[in-house]
Structure formats: structure tokens, C-alpha cells
């Protein structure tokens, strides 16, 4: 019993149902499968129905049907469904009922229990089928609308199915769709009877809404034959466009319609699929798709479809565009193209590869399909394709142009190289000594702060490399975060502040990092080149210009050993890295600090935090270098 009876100072009787009672009577009723009384008592006292699941989900939930056949009673069972949500009560509203305490209290277990509703309602429909279909029909019912998206069709195709197998007397298909409209909008499940094609149920829907009849009997009476048009004119009023297409397909004679509807909601790939044996119509529409696709900017795309179907014609500006020059030259011989049309649209073709700086492929554009060997040459050599260029003159026996133009060409590019070669070592060994100094002004600054008790990851300890003194640099800091915090609110100020952090202004508070992403870029600019140059290299020792070969590979060489030497001191090893390198080997880096240290090992800590392998490390990764120079270099220049 869940009573506590009081006598007051008068001597009145007072009786209570205390809340820890009545939750201890539930518990108890549950842990001894007595669904029903449970039930009365949660009713009773307004305890929340979810507890009925959640003391005990998987209990509950595998003697389903025993809770159907104690509590028998449709009111009751659809109590309980409508109290259900996805929660947890034992964690939000009943913690003293948990199962599952020691989780609960370490703040692993969620209040939130995803699917509970409909896993809960598909194993009390399952039972109540079994039970009696009939007797618990609008329980059923129920538990489809009460799921995270109502299922309206199974509830209507329920009731039609028992209709039409004469299981429901006509009074009783209309309570039930009574019984639904309490949990439903009207105006909802009148479009859904309406999508379901079936006017009996739409008409009884209809009348128990505040809808006028003048508004639906009309267009009702329209589709009371329910031909495949009827069913496209239903789809179109509700906006169900792929089922509308998908019926008026079905109408042989109303192709024009279903184009119309094809083109204006984008529906293309199923119309193909729908119109796959109507060659005429499938071409139809495929160029129509392909026409979108080109507008859409995916030429590639429209091209495929549009030669998929034969319109080979429409097809080729797409494949122009893409420029996909070898199928393009597959559709102008299946259009039949005479020579002076294949070699127009080669040159066109070629001209399209030079602006995407496709240059060996427009030089094997025009040598196949055209006899324009001047501009190939032209192009190998704007391309820098020196060997090619090379074998072309020799190929079509214009031995004169070597002198004449790959020459002066190859050294004019020889000479560019040089000159870029020397611009970016003069800039790697100024930023690399500028590098330098500002890790030397971070260092120092560490140890000021070490010194005067600061933390070193304060608010201002990622401006060491600033020139001021510490007083300046700890005012700039607080007023850079505070102007940061209010700059920062947009999404546009954010991209703005990202940018200025990785510019190279002396003394900004993010120098050393922008320093290592231009050093960086430089390493992976110049290391770019060897193919480039071990091309020219090889071309120069064929037209006897064994001097110019020399500077230059020697200068790649120097370039390239200055980025190797200086790679492991750009980007040092973190403080983590050594520490586990100093474990490995037996040395320990950094002393571990607890317990049973001394003073001995505070100090040592100390004097390791001022050291250069102590400071942050900045997160910016060392590009991919490879230290091998036997790829490109040429052993019979090494003097």
C-alpha cells in the first residue's frame, strides 16, 4: 500500500500517497511482471507512463504481449502510447528508479533515447495483431501515428484493408478514421487518402472535416473513373511530381504533357528510365538533359548523355568544352567529317588545350589530325616540351629551326631558371635567418616570463617575437584579444583575421609561423622544376651548350642542398617527439614530475623549458622533399 496516514495536532486523520512510495509500489509491481496494477497506480498518481518502458526496457519490451492481454483495454493501452516519447524518465524525472545508477552518476547515460517510440509501438502492434486485431484496432492505429513521422498511408491502407475484406462494418471504418483525425490534421490525411487513389476513403475524410462540398465533390466526380491520367491530375495537386510522371508515362497520347513536367522539375534521368523502349521520346529527352547539363556548366556530363543516345551533333560542342579532344574526334568520324572539318576542329581543339595548359596533348592533337607542323612545334616549345619540339623538327625534316628557334628558346628559358633559382635562394636564406632571430626573441622572452613567475601559456605568450618590451607586449596582447573577440563575430571579419595572421610583417604576433608556410611554399615551388629542368638539361648537352648546362644544374644542385640542410632546422622536432626518443633510448628528456620529486628535478625541468627544443612548436607541416639527386642530374656535366 502506498498510503501514510497522519494524525494532525487536532486529532484529524490526514491521508498521503508520499511520491517515494508510490514509485517503490510501481517498482515493485514491474519487477513482478503486474503490468495492470502497475498501470492503475501510475494512473492514479500521475506518474509519468514512459517509467511502464524505461525501468525495464528490454523486459518490457520482450513480454509485449503479456502487457496487451493484463491491461485489455483499448483506453488504457492508448494512455500509455500517447505518453510515450524518445526519453529516458529513470534519468530526467525518476533517477531513484534507475537500473543503471553507477553509469548514470559517471554522466555516461543519455536522457535522450533515439527510436524508443517507434521500437516500442512496433512491438505492442505486433502483440495486439496476435491478440486481436479487431478488439485493439484503434491502438493500433496509435502506435503509426505515434512514431517521428506518422505514418498516415499504413494507418489509411489498415483501415482500407479491413473494409475491403468486410472485417469493419461501414460505422466502424468511420470511427475509426474519427478516432485519427483527434491525433491528426484533417486537411493532412485527406491528401494522404487522396494520394492513396481510393475517393470512398477520401469522401469519408472529406465529410468530417470543415471543408465545403462544393470545394471537393466537384474535382472528386472528375476522377471517379481513376484512369492514369486521373492518377497524374491526384499527383500534380500534390505535388508529387516523380509519381506524376510516373503515371502519365502510361498515357501514350499525352507525351507533350509529361515533357512539359519533365523539363520543368528536372526530372530527366527517371523519364529516360520510364521511356526507355520510346526511342523517339528517349532522344527527345536526352537532349533536353543534355541541354540542361551544358547550362548547368557540366559538359562532360552532357556530352555522355547526348552521345549515349545518338545526337552526336549536340553532342560535340559539349565535348569541345570539356575538352575531351579523343572522343571528340570519335564523334566527328561517326559524323562523317570531311579532312578540311577534321582539321578545323583539331585546331580548335588544340587551341581549347593550350588555354588549359594541356600542352603535350594539343601538340598530339595537331601531329595526328592535321599537317600544321609549325604551330605543333610552336606550341612543344611554349610548352616547354623541348625534347618533343626536338624530335618534331627532325621528323618533318625542319633541322633549321633548332638553330633558329629551339635554341634561342631553350636558353632564353635556361636563363629564366637561373634567374628564379637565385631569386628564391636570396629570399629562403633571408627568411630563414629572420627565422632565426624571431625564435631567438621567442626564447628570450620565455625565460623573461619563467623569471618573473608568468605562465608561458598565457594570453599573450604567442607574441614573443614582438621587438617591444614586456610591458608594451602585454597591453598589446589584452587589447588585440579584446579587438579580436569583437572582429571575430562574422563569418567574413573571421576569414579577414585568418589571413592577416599568415601575412609576413615584421614583429606581428604570428611571424614565425607565416616565415615557415612561405619557406615552405618555396621548397615545394623550386623542387617542382626537376622534371622540368632535367628535360632542358638533357636537350642544352645535345646543342652543345655544355657551359649553360653546367650553371644551371649546379645552381639546382646548391638550391636544393640548401633546402636539405636547412629542413630539420625549420621545422624542429616537437617536445613530445624528443621526449619519447629520449625513452626509447634509456634518456630521460624531461624529469617526471609527482610524488617522489625533488627539488633537483624541479630545476631541471626548469632550465629544459628555457631551452630552443622547448618552445611550441609552430603546426605547419614540411612539405614532401625529396633528397635524391640522381633523378635528374647528369653525371657527364660533373666536372
Known sequence: DTKLVLQMPRGNLETLHPRALVLSAVRRHLGNLQFVTALDIMRRHRVNMNLMHDYRPHVFLSNARLFVEQVDDVSRINLFLSDLRDEDVTVTMYPSCSTRQAVASSGETSAAVGGKTARVGDELRGAMLAVGERRFLHSILLTHIKRPVPELEAVLAHIKRLRDSGDLTPSAVTDAIKFVLYSVDVNQ?????????DLDLVLMVAEKSQKDPKEYVPFLNSLRYMTAFDKYTIDMHLRRYSKALANISECD?????AFELITKHALHQQAL?????????????????????????????????????QLYVQALPCL??????RQAMVVARKLGYDSAAVVQLASNLSDVLVAHRRHSEAVQVLVDYTENHDAAIGIALDGHLWEEAHRLMYRHDQESLVSEELQPSLLQACHIHAGSLE????????RTARLAVVREEKL??????????????????????DASSLASRTTASSSGSNRSKQTART???????????????????????ALIESLAEIIVTVDALRDDIAAMLRVLCLLDEDTEAKKLQALFTDVLKLFMGKMSEIWRPSTASTEATGADAGQSQVPALGPNATAADFVNQHMQRTSADSLPVVGVAAPTFSSDLTTWRLGILDE
Open 273 to 309: 528510365r520510364l521511356y526507355s523502349e520510346a526511342q523517339d521520346h528517349a532522344k527527345r529527352i536526352a537532349e533536353s538533359f543534355g541541354h540542361r547539363l551544358a547550362e548547368e556548366k557540366k559538359h562532360g556530363e552532357a556530352a555522355l548523355v547526348l552521345c549515349k543516345y
Open 189 to 197: 490525411l485527406y491528401d494522404v487518402a487522396l494520394g492513396m487513389y
Open 423 to 430: 631569386t628564391h635562394r636570396s629570399t629562403f636564406s633571408t
Open 253 to 257: 497520347d499525352k507525351f507533350d504533357t
Open 444 to 465: 628570450k622572452m620565455r625565460q623573461e616570463r619563467l623569471d618573473m613567475g608568468l605562465p608561458l601559456d598565457g594570453p599573450d605568450a604567442d607574441l614573443y617575437s
Open 320 to 325: 569541345v568544352k570539356s575538352v575531351n579532344w
Open 491 to 513: 563569418a567574413k571579419n573571421r576569414r579577414k583575421a585568418e589571413r592577416k595572421k599568415h601575412r609576413l610583417r615584421e614583429g606581428s604576433a604570428h611571424e614565425e609561423e
